[in-house]
C-alpha cells in the first residue's frame, strides 16, 4: 500500500524537476545571449624604433552612432603614430605624444553600427628600450546610439599593454609519435621543447608542459609515461600535448602537437596486436633513430615497430608483441 501511495506522488516530483530544470536552462541560454558591449585594445609587441599596429574595437554593439574614446599610454615607452581606418563614417582623433593621449571621436550617418566594430587601427612606435611596457588604457567619453534620443549604450572596457619586447616561439616535438604507453612496458615519450627560440634574443625562463591526461612537467627536455590510451570506440584518439615557454620579460607562447598512445605492441595502430604489427616490426627490424635525441623524424613505420622507444627496431619490441599478443584496445 505504502508502495502505491509512493508511485502516485513520483509523476508530480518529475513534472516539477523538470520545469526546474527547463526555468535554468532557458535562464543559461538568456545569460549567454545577453552579453555586454566592451571596448578593448589588444596588447601589442614591439621591437625598439620599431611600429605595430593594434586596434580599439567596440565590441557587441546594435545601432551605434557615436563614440568619443581617449586612450592614455606612457609617452617615455611608446608614441603613436597614426589613429585612423575607423569602421565610423566621420572620425576624428587628435595625438598628445607629449603628455601620452589621444582623444578620438567616430560618428555614423544614421543607420547604425552593430556587431564588432572597428573604432580604430592604432599605430604605435616604441621609444623605450627594450623589456619597458607602457599600460594603453580606454575611458568612454560618449557611447551613444544613431538617431536623435542620444540613448547611451552600456560598456565595459579592456585595457591592452604595449610591449617593448617580443614573445617567445613554442616549438614542441615528441620523440616518438606512435606507441608511448608506458604503463607496463619500458615506453616513455620523450617531448623537447629546445628548439623553442625568443626572437630578440631573451631567455627563455620557462617550458611547461600539459601532457593531455592531467599530468604536467617542466624543462626543454623531459619524458612522461601515458598509463592508457583513448579508445573512441572505432579508433584511437591522439593527446594533445601543449608547451608553453616564456622569456625573462614574461611574455608567452604556446605550441601544440598530439601524440599516439597505443595499447602496448600494437604497430599499426588498428586498436589489435596480431600478425600485421609482427610485419612491421619484421620489415624494419634493425632500424635506428636518424635525426639524434630518440627522434624518428622521417621514419614513420620505423617509429612505429618500435613499441619501446628505445630508438631501435629488435627483439624488444618483438616480445613486445609476443607478449600481448591478440590484446585488443576495447
Ligand atoms: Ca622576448
Ligand atoms: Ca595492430
Ligand atoms: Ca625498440
Redesign the pocket.
Known amino acids: 500500500m505504502k508502495n502505491d501511495m509512493w508511485k502516485k506522488k513520483r509523476p508530480g516530483v518529475a513534472v516539477l524537476y523538470t520545469t526546474l530544470f527547463l526555468l535554468f536552462v532557458s535562464f543559461l541560454t538568456l545569460s549567454a545571449s545577453a552579453s555586454e558591449t566592451t571596448v578593448s585594445i589588444s596588447d601589442t609587441f614591439l621591437k625598439p624604433d620599431e611600429t605595430a599596429v593594434t586596434s580599439i574595437m567596440i565590441k557587441n554593439v546594435s545601432y551605434l552612432g557615436a563614440a568619443d574614446i581617449s586612450l592614455a599610454f606612457d609617452p617615455s615607452v611608446v608614441h603613436l603614430v597614426s589613429v585612423a581606418n575607423s569602421d565610423f563614417d566621420l572620425f576624428d582623433a587628435v595625438i598628445d605624444n607629449s603628455t601620452g593621449s589621444v582623444k578620438a571621436v567616430g560618428a555614423d550617418f544614421g543607420d547604425g553600427l552593430y556587431g564588432d566594430v572597428k573604432f580604430a587601427d592604432v599605430t604605435l612606435k616604441a621609444v623605450g628600450n627594450h623589456g619597458e611596457i607602457s599600460a594603453l588604457n580606454i575611458s568612454i567619453n560618449v557611447l551613444k546610439e544613431a538617431g536623435p534620443d542620444e540613448t547611451t549604450i552600456p560598456a565595459a572596457v579592456d585595457n591592452g599593454t604595449a610591449f617593448i619586447?617580443?614573445?617567445?616561439v613554442a616549438i614542441a616535438f615528441s620523440a616518438h609519435r606512435y606507441n608511448n604507453v608506458g604503463s607496463s612496458y619500458p615506453c616513455q615519450t620523450i617531448f623537447n621543447a629546445s628548439a623553442s627560440y625568443?626572437?630578440?634574443g631573451?631567455a627563455i625562463t620557462n617550458y611547461t608542459w600539459d601532457f593531455g591526461d592531467g599530468y604536467s612537467g617542466e624543462g626543454p627536455m623531459i619524458e612522461h609515461a601515458y598509463s592508457n590510451c583513448k579508445w573512441n570506440g572505432t579508433g584511437y584518439e591522439p593527446f594533445n600535448v601543449s608547451l608553453t615557454v616564456k622569456?625573462d620579460?614574461g611574455?608567452a607562447n604556446t605550441a601544440i602537437i598530439q601524440v599516439n598512445v597505443y595499447i602496448a605492441g600494437d604497430a599499426t595502430g588498428d586498436g589489435r596486436v596480431n600478425i600485421l604489427d609482427a610485419v612491421i616490426v619484421g620489415r624494419e627490424w634493425g632500424e635506428k633513430c636518424t635525426c639524434g635525441n630518440f627522434c624518428w623524424e622521417g621514419q614513420d613505420r620505423a617509429d612505429r615497430g618500435d613499441l619501446n622507444n628505445d630508438c631501435i627496431v629488435n627483439i624488444l619490441d618483438a616480445a613486445i608483441i609476443g607478449a600481448n599478443w591478440g590484446d585488443v584496445a576495447w
Open positions: 619586447n617580443l614573445p617567445p625568443d626572437p630578440d631573451d622569456d620579460g611574455l
